[in-house]
């Protein structure tokens, strides 16, 4: 396979070329190809059912692609890990729906995605050191979760743990994110304040966002690929994509 | 705020190694020196029925650590007890020598009346104390791993899990009912003499015995607690409410679940093994797949995750199958645990403790912002009117 890969891929953060992914004979996943560059920001948009979400598990390792080439960082097979081996790489993921540890408090939530050592031994014998409160206290700053860092995390708002689970994602320090519908549920304002957070974590980290809040999307002013049953059906900027007819007529409407 | 909890949570926590002590303590005084008439004169045959459930609690214990915090439930827990009771046993039938029926110096005498001529190997050491406590430790823990590995590692969780550990534990039920394994088969072990020189039956074997047991129960809570309430214990926490989010940062979960699984094991082969010189006999019915269902069932009641909880379950449960198994109402003990545990699912999810830390804090939160709202009448110079 080393043979067949293209020699940009290399240079690529993130290089999916020819993935296949079936479920019980249904093609979610149809001859995907895509490449984000390092440090680049990418909005994926497309219907309910494009295949964003699986994407997003085959990066991580959630699922196992039938066929195609997935790399990381120009050189990692990403289809030969599994999750606890691609977070370790530098890989973070915010869910669809907002997963956080509900029954723990917002620090604790911050404080396990923090990235330490994952060994057994050493979490058993952990000691909280000044370094990890101030890790704890920057994302929180961050986040604007500031005076709700002794709450549990069940006790958020739906916005408050898109929030902190964005807060997970930063803590973990990771050098890609993907994040999966951030904005579902908040209000406009809320909105545009994940828009500047994205755009910020974006300054030194690659980010893969999908989202259908278009208004969100153009915010990011970034580059958009619009995927649909599977496949990249247009790529471009956000006035090209919306411009394209197929995006139109399968996605956007008239 | 959460100052106050985890103060108030340490007050329960020192209240119940306070109770263990008293009783691991005063049970075992009042029966070696106050005469048999005094009315505060505590009967052997009562102390050890209150060991056997401080046994019966630190296997709860053991349940509440891997069900409570860590989301797996085990309903094969009775057999790594019950391991922990065989290697018990096999030490004490090696002690009995010749003093047996058929006095053999080295045979136990179901190997005579087997027509065994040898011992098997698998007996070589138990004459040894220290070897069988080794035992003790080390079959239940090892099973445990190698059970969990696969399990864990195959990604065998929920329902489908329990099912393994149901069919694990009947499993053994079966080989150690055959004569040809080597146990005892169905009589299992038992006319035990006695341990490390002193006779298991005699009142002074038995206050010591109860009282370790105790001692037992307070290192074993020490032990679950220190494990909860490090960082591993949250992760631990954050595998049972969101396992594929606790991959995704990079936790290695079926490490995790192997690690608590077997240390669970251990603490219940511990149990089994203080359990066995007090009741006097091991047999196969405590492979039995509805023990184990029942030790869950003291878990559920006393409260899941709270470990003093379990405990407390563990010994409520069996206080009261101890007085409805000795009535008339014998045959209807299955149905009212059964009936208990419905009771306690649909009324009391959080079981007594749990249900009970929920309305303490409940109130603590009411008492706080009632402190907040005087406070705020104290700024603005007015003085809040309370009826004390
Ligand atoms: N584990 C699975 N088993 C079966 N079908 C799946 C599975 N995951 C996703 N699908 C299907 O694959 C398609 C793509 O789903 P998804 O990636 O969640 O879409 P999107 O996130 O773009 O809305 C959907 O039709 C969905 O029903
Ligand atoms: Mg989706």
């Known amino acids: 396979m080393s043979s067949a890969i293209d020699p940009r891929a290399t240079s690529a953060m993130l290089y999916l070329d020819g993935v296949h992914v079936t479920f019980d004979g249904f093609h979610a996943i149809n001859n995907l190809s895509l490449t984000i560059a390092p440090g680049e920001m990418r909005a994926i948009i497309g219907p309910n059912g494009a295949g964003k979400t699986t994407m997003m598990d085959i990066i991580t390792g959630k699922t196992k692609p039938d066929e195609g080439d997935v790399l990381f960082d120009g050189i990692t097979d990403l289809t030969r890990l599994d999750e606890t081996q691609i977070a370790e790489l530098g890989i973070g993921r915010k869910f669809q729906k907002p997963t956080v540890f509900e029954s723990q408090t917002v620090e604790d939530n911050l404080l396990l995605a923090l990235n330490a050592d994952h060994r057994v031994r050493s979490t058993l014998f952990w000691q909280r050191s000044k370094a990890d409160d101030a890790a704890i206290d920057c994302v929180l700053d961050t986040i604007r979760l500031d005076n709700a860092r002794r709450q549990l995390a069940g006790s958020l708002s739906h916005g408050q743990k898109q929030w902190l689970e964005i807060g997970m994602l930063l803590a973990q320090d990771p050098k890609l994110l993907l994040v999966d519908e951030p904005v579902a549920g908040m209000t406009d304002i809320e909105t545009h304040q994940t828009a500047e957070l994205l755009k910020e974590i974006n300054r030194d980290k690659t980010v893969v966002v999908v989202e259908h809040d278009m208004t969100f999307v153009r915010e990011l002013g970034v580059k958009v690929t619009c995927l649909h049953e599977g496949s990249v059906l247009a790529e471009g900027s956000i006035d090209q994509v919306s411009a394209n007819d197929r995006v139109i007529e399968v996605y956007l409407g008239r | 705020m959460r100052h106050t909890l985890t103060r108030s949570l340490d007050r329960s926590a020192t209240t119940f190694l306070l109770i263990v002590a008293g009783a691991g303590i005063l049970l075992p005084l009042s029966n070696l020196l106050l005469p048999a008439s005094s009315p505060l004169?505590?009967?052997?045959?009562?102390?050890?029925?209150?060991?056997?459930?401080?046994?019966?609690?630190?296997?709860?214990?053991?349940?509440?650590?891997?069900?409570?915090?860590?989301?797996?439930?085990?309903?094969?827990?009775?057999?790594?007890?019950?391991?922990?009771?065989?290697?018990?046993?096999?030490?004490?039938?090696?002690?009995?020598?010749?003093?047996?029926?058929?006095?053999?110096?080295?045979?136990?005498?179901?190997?005579?009346?087997?027509?065994?001529?040898?011992?098997?190997?698998?007996?070589?050491?138990?004459?040894?104390?220290?070897?069988?406590?080794?035992?003790?430790?080390?079959?239940?823990?090892?099973?445990?791993?190698?059970?969990?590995?696969?399990?864990?590692?195959?990604?065998?969780?929920?329902?489908?899990?329990?099912?393994?550990?149901?069919?694990?534990?009947?499993?053994?039920?079966?080989?150690?009912?055959?004569?040809?394994?080597?146990?005892?088969?169905?009589?299992?072990?038992?006319?035990?003499?006695?341990?490390?020189?002193?006779?298991?039956?005699?009142?002074?074997?038995?206050?010591?015995?109860?009282?370790?047991?105790?001692?037992?129960?307070?290192?074993?809570?020490?032990?679950?607690?220190?494990?909860?309430?490090?960082?591993?214990?949250?992760?631990?926490?954050?595998?049972?409410?969101?396992?594929?989010?606790?991959?995704?940062?990079?936790?290695?979960?079926?490490?995790?679940?192997?690690?608590?699984?077997?240390?669970?094991?251990?603490?219940?082969?511990?149990?089994?093994?203080?359990?066995?010189?007090?009741?006097?006999?091991?047999?196969?019915?405590?492979?039995?797949?509805?023990?184990?269902?029942?030790?869950?069932?003291?878990?559920?009641?006393?409260?899941?995750?709270?470990?003093?909880?379990?405990?407390?379950?563990?010994?409520?449960?069996?206080?009261?199958?101890?007085?409805?198994?000795?009535?008339?109402?014998?045959?209807?003990?299955?149905?009212?645990?059964?009936?208990?545990?419905?009771?306690?699912?649909?009324?009391?999810?959080?079981?007594?403790?749990?249900?009970?830390?929920?309305?303490?804090?409940?109130?603590?939160?009411?008492?706080?912002?009632?402190?907040?709202?005087?406070?705020?009448?104290?700024?603005?110079?007015?003085?809040?009117?309370?009826?004390?």
């Open chain 2, 41 to 388: 004169h505590v009967p052997t045959y009562v102390m050890t029925l209150f060991g056997k459930y401080v046994c019966y609690a630190v296997l709860a214990l053991s349940i509440d650590l891997i069900w409570g915090y860590c989301g797996i439930l085990s309903l094969g827990h009775g057999a790594f007890f019950a391991l922990g009771g065989y290697a018990m046993g096999m030490y004490l039938m090696r002690q009995i020598g010749p003093r047996g029926v058929y006095a053999d110096p080295v045979l136990p005498d179901f190997m005579v009346f087997l027509n065994w001529k040898t011992l098997p190997w698998y007996w070589y050491g138990f004459d040894m104390f220290w070897f069988a406590i080794l035992m003790v430790v080390l079959v239940p823990s090892l099973l445990a791993f190698c059970f969990g590995w696969l399990a864990f590692r195959s990604r065998v969780t929920g329902v489908y899990f329990s099912i393994i550990t149901q069919a694990m534990t009947y499993a053994l039920l079966l080989a150690f009912f055959r004569n040809d394994f080597g146990f005892g088969g169905n009589n299992g072990l038992t006319d035990f003499k006695d341990l490390l020189g002193f006779n298991v039956q005699a009142s002074g074997t038995r206050a010591a015995l109860f009282a370790t047991s105790c001692l037992l129960l307070a290192l074993s809570f020490l032990m679950c607690r220190a494990v909860v309430r490090s960082k591993l214990g949250k992760i631990l926490i954050a595998i049972r409410d969101a396992e594929s989010r606790t991959r995704f940062l990079g936790y290695r979960v079926e490490s995790y679940k192997l690690f608590v699984f077997t240390l669970s094991a251990c603490i219940a082969g511990l149990a089994g093994a203080l359990y066995v010189p007090q009741v006097g006999i091991i047999n196969p019915s405590e492979f039995a797949p509805g023990n184990s269902i029942e030790a869950v069932i003291w878990v559920a009641v006393g409260g899941r995750g709270t470990l003093v909880g379990a405990a407390l379950g563990a010994v409520v449960v069996n206080y009261a199958k101890t007085l409805f198994t000795s009535g008339a109402l014998a045959p209807y003990w299955l149905f009212m645990l059964g009936a208990l545990f419905i009771l306690v699912t649909l009324l009391l999810p959080k079981g007594l403790v749990g249900t009970w830390y929920a309305w303490r804090e409940g109130r603590q939160r009411a008492a706080l912002s009632l402190d907040a709202d005087s406070a705020a009448f104290e700024d603005s110079g007015v003085k809040p009117h309370m009826a004390e």
